[in-house]
């Protein structure tokens, strides 16, 4: 005897299909050829050249110190925001996130116009030196990734059972040891999923480092990339590079899944925090403190690019801008739509689905691509369908190719989440009252899941309009973007056009991620 | 004459099985089934609203084998322990979810949703969102949206047990008063005797999915069966 159970299951290859045809065509045969073409090209003497050598060592050397210090700054920003209480945190919890999702071109700009030779605060801090190099990596890397850390540690403290502290403190231990011995353990799991994903995305930067690193000593894997790619046409040497970034970024994806836990369902923790300052001096010490620390690392450069914002109006005029803004948009609006049509059935699906093995493997698949950096995975595009960087035509659809596999990563996140709140027992009540499959989507499932889908859109327009490897690497000429024009007109050295766009842009992100900041806020 | 009928029913999941030889329940009338947790209760329900496959045996409704049919087409409405309201409605929406599926014009379901709202009290709160209920007024909104469909079968799955006493003794009373005007049938799940006894014509135990005992509540309660007793004055 049928049950809707087994109807379902029938109609389920429909929704599996997209998705699986998107990830098997446009992500596994790119990248296993890419594979196949570098073990085919292999080359010993490659590898083992001094400056090669040099390059790996310092592309994850600057990764571990930078990442090490995101987590770091991270676990601090996150104990102060969620425990300490500090006045005006949840303005600052918000503020980070929304900055850190800004495009790292945009971060490169504005650390550059704050600490860069040119400006009086550069000039106070690094005297005879300047911030490129170490100081402008560590500055960019923490600026764009310590809200990695902050938010999922901040999440873990938050959600964390208080009991057992209590308990603790009951029976004579004092707060340091708490910390250390109950606290510190219960999130540590975040810490090193943070850790990872932050190691990970400072290892395969490009901006930052492009126009913060000052020189070959600093570069690293993902500059020797690009520069293969885009200026000694090295399609080989990009392979080999390419290859041997993939198989790093496999590896801290296995790390990665190992760490994970099943996600907890969110309740109210109604247990006081004992970390909470007793004395009205040290709570305004951390307050001071953690207004300073996030004023320096990302008030000042923010601040520094909206200060030149006087010349953009002379560029309005600009029907280049114009174009570039229409263009961003359309693709970002094209990799919205398509990432939302292939990623919601499936998770409609996983979500009615018993077989929780198969849910968590497809769930485990589409986070991969995150691992790979967005170059690495233009290049397996371009390598496989040769012909997608003949027209421009071709071009826009590896774009939205590209940027479509990033997507799926980042807005399975807070469609999952809706999907939590649209239980089985709410479908069941549906159904017994006499709805149909497709009344039961339009009258329940898709009023619940209208908030999270406004905000997949909202992360994907957000994430589109900011990019720029896929653009660089799939459209030699044609296709300018406002994310491009900010990294041509840098390339250039012209910094007032550079600061005109990036304020244009800038404004759309902070109003567009400032909008998916207000929905999370008001959903929790 | 017997208007719910229920033959030879197996139900089989990973390390449970369900097995109900026959059930029979009259037009008006309220069956209860008591149990411990995990003895196949809910999983009952669930199978007789057809959300679990069967693996044997026939269910009919008022003489239609529903067992045949998909959930939204068995005409059984399911009450939760939960209320499960829709939050992106008002009370009054809640209620008229199941109505306007009936392609009835909206004054006609308004109207009819604001009849049950008054039958179960709470005709102040039709404008209410979900999020402003208490716990109790919750649930009567769950079964005034699951009585105004007025369909032949009312599932209940232990819908009084977040209840103060005094609003349970109510809603038992009303339960009862509704399925015999209606001339529809219950089946109430509950882990209180109190409420077997305030509603229900006929009882059934439950027991490591097998039928335990099966009679009118006086029946059950004269029953010498130690079991059954335990599972009666848990």
Known sequence: ???????RKEMSLIFYLPICLIFSMGFLFPVVSLFVSGFKGFNLAFFSDPFFEHVVTFTYGQALVSSLLSVFLGLVVAFLIQEWKVVGGRFLWRFCLLCSSLPSIIVALGILGAWGPGSILGRIVFDQRTVFGWPGLLLGHVFLNFSIPMRLIGNALRERNRTSELTALSIGMNRWSVFWKITLPEVRTSVLSSWILTFLFCSTSLFIVLFL?????????????????????DNGKAVQIASLQALVGIGLYVVYLKAQRPP????????????VPRSFSSSMLGTVSLWVLIGALIGVPLVSILQDGGFLFSFLDSSELWSAAVISLG??????????????????VLHHSQRSGRKQALLWLVVLPQFFSSLVISLAISIFYPGVRGTEMMAYLGIVLAQTLFVIPLIQFPLREGFYHYSLEREWTAQSLGASRWQRFLHVELPIMRRPLFLAVLITVGYSLG???????FSPMGIRTLALGIFQSMSRYR?????????????VMLIVFGVAGFLEDSDE | MSEVVISKLQVERKSFALEISSLKLG??????VMGKSGSGKTTLLHAIAGFVSLKYGDVDVFGIRVSELPPEKRKIALVFQKPWLFEHQTVLENVCFG???QSLSRSKCEEQARFWLKRMEIESLEKRKIWELSGGQAQRVSLARAMAVKFPLLLLDEPFSALDSPLRKDLRNLLKQIVQESKSCAILVTHDWRDIEGTSDQVLILDQGKELAFGSPEEIRKNPNSRIKAICED
């Open chain 1, 1 to 7: 005897m049928d049950t809707d159970f087994e109807q």
């Open chain 1, 213 to 233: 690193g000052g020189g070959p000593r600093f570069t690293t894997l993902e500059v020797s990339l690009y520069e293969a790619v885009k200026l000694n046409f």
């Open chain 1, 264 to 275: 907890r369902i969110k309740s109210p923790n109604l247990v006081p925090s004992i970390f």
């Open chain 1, 331 to 348: 693709i970002a609006g094209a990799v919205g739509l398509i990432a939302i049509v292939i990623l919601y059935p499936l998770l409609h």
């Open chain 1, 467 to 473: 990019e720029v490897s896929t653009i660089l690497l």
């Open chain 1, 495 to 507: 910094f007032q056009e550079a600061h005109a766009i990036t304020v244009i842009l800038l404004l």
């Open chain 2, 27 to 32: 037009a008006g009338k309220i069956l209860g």
């Open chain 2, 99 to 101: 109505l306007k599926l």
